[in-house]
């Protein structure tokens, strides 16, 4: 607000020096009184400012709403060919582009953040659109093409130093890759990040960095990609951060906890762990590395009743899922890069895919910006399995290959 009272004493000192020049049209006494009335109208100002009135209207009611709100999000448009067009046209085992030769506006996500420093409170809203927001839609609410993909409080407790509470909706700990788009290296999203790991949970976490290499989180949520729990027990989630050291970063992240409906005893759990190295002596390169080891007790096997119609459970298997991905991006420029992921996820037995399988995958994506905020990307991507997961026409085989071009904005 003095900023503004300043700026006022600024203008009119530039107003007497417009004056100057004309004085042979204005009395001294004239341009006197212009002064008097500019200096007394800065006084009135401050004096409502000291006083704790409101700013004039111009500009300071809009400052007064969007003070401390961050705005970001960002648009993804996309085309996905697949080499076998397949009669569904749909690109099996996919997570967030399984429409096949056709234009796809994937995603569209708008956030807003409060953060208030002073009192250590903030808050974030992800409001995501179209496909994306089916995939990512919490079991037991509508899939349509709207999805709140985050919505949490959080709170930096003053008096600890680098102790953070969260609680409400957000996007797991797990994982190398990240819902948005924009966020990963390459166009399309592997099969750990679209099977072996959740995308959200609803619930409570803590975290509290130690020193700069070493950081903790831990918390309870509903479960797995739902907002009420559909069991009595909970989910216990976490993540070990160690570095960065020089050139290397490493997060260890797991959940466990009933997921079934209406089980309380059936545990699934995970350990997710994720390395980055950034080797000093060559700064165009990045390396990142993932692996995953889950398991499940007595997972149902549904069947449905040739009398009534009804589905009961006419089996149960304990599972076990576990992959391994390894990416490399090589930066030309600032405004160009090519990433390489290879990947081996083996559900062998089918409780992720539906299919006992081992699946193997090798991504190539080349990106560049066009103009600031503004990505191409053009990706080829391998699809292959050891039984015949994916569709040449109407035939079943065990590959799949695709090339992929997509435009993004972040902003």
């Known amino acids: 607000m003095r900023k503004f009272a300043s700026c006022l004493t600024v203008l009119a000192f530039l107003l007497s020096l417009q004056i100057r020049p004309v004085s042979a049209e204005m009395t001294n006494d004239a341009l006197m009184q212009k002064v008097e009335f500019l200096e007394k109208r800065v006084e009135q100002l401050e004096s409502q400012i000291s006083a704790g009135a409101p700013a004039p209207a111009e500009g300071g009611a809009v400052a007064s709403v969007v003070n401390g709100i961050e705005i970001s999000g960002g648009i993804s448009s996309s085309s996905v060919w697949n080499f076998d067009s397949p009669d569904d046209r749909t690109n099996a085992l996919r997570v967030f582009d399984s429409n096949a030769n056709t234009f796809n506006v994937e995603m569209v996500e708008l956030a807003v953040?409060?953060?208030?420093?002073a009192l250590g409170l903030g808050g974030r809203v992800d409001l995501d659109f179209l496909e994306t927001a089916e995939v990512i839609t919490p079991?037991?609410?509508?899939?349509?093409d709207f999805d709140?993909?985050?919505?949490?409080?959080?709170?930096?407790?003053?008096?600890?130093?680098g102790l953070t509470l969260k609680g409400g909706k957000f996007v797991t700990l797990l994982g190398a890759e990240v819902i948005e788009p924009w966020d990963n290296w390459n166009f399309s999203r592997g099969f750990l990040f679209g099977y072996a790991i959740p995308f959200t949970h609803t619930g409570l976490l803590g975290s509290y960095t130690f020193t700069d290499y070493l950081g903790v989180t831990a918390g309870v949520v509903n479960g797995w990609d739902n907002i009420e729990d559909n069991n009595d027990g909970k989910t216990f989630l976490g993540n070990l951060t160690l570095g960065p050291w020089e050139w290397l970063t490493l997060g260890i992240n797991g959940t466990v906890g009933p997921?079934?409906?209406?089980?309380?005893?059936?545990?699934?759990?995970?350990?997710?762990a994720v390395l980055t190295v950034k080797p000093t002596p060559w700064p165009q390169l990045t390396f990142l590395f993932n692996y995953d080891y889950g398991t499940e007790g007595d997972v149902p096997v549904f069947a449905e009743d040739a009398t009534t119609g009804e589905e009961f459970i006419a089996s149960?298997?304990?599972?076990?899922?576990?992959?391994?991905?390894g990416y490399v991006k090589y930066d030309f420029t600032d405004r160009l890069y090519l990433a390489i992921r290879g990947e081996w996820f083996s559900d062998e037995d089918g409780a992720r895919t539906g299919t006992a399988q081992d699946l193997w995958e090798i991504t190539a994506t080349g990106a560049y910006m066009i103009v600031e905020g503004l990505w191409g990307r053009l990706e080829y991507r391998h699809d292959d399995s050891d039984t015949t997961s994916f569709l040449d026409g109407d035939t079943a085989t065990d590959t799949q290959n695709t090339l992929s071009t997509e435009l993004l904005y972040r902003f």
């Open 259 to 272: 997921e079934q409906d209406d089980e309380d005893g059936n545990i699934r759990g995970i350990i997710d």
């Open 148 to 161: 709140v993909q985050q919505a949490y409080i959080y709170y930096n407790f003053p008096w600890i130093e």
């Open 139 to 144: 079991v037991g609410t509508t899939r349509d």
């Open 316 to 325: 149960t298997f304990d599972a076990t899922w576990q992959g391994f991905a």
């Open 113 to 117: 953040e409060k953060n208030s420093e």
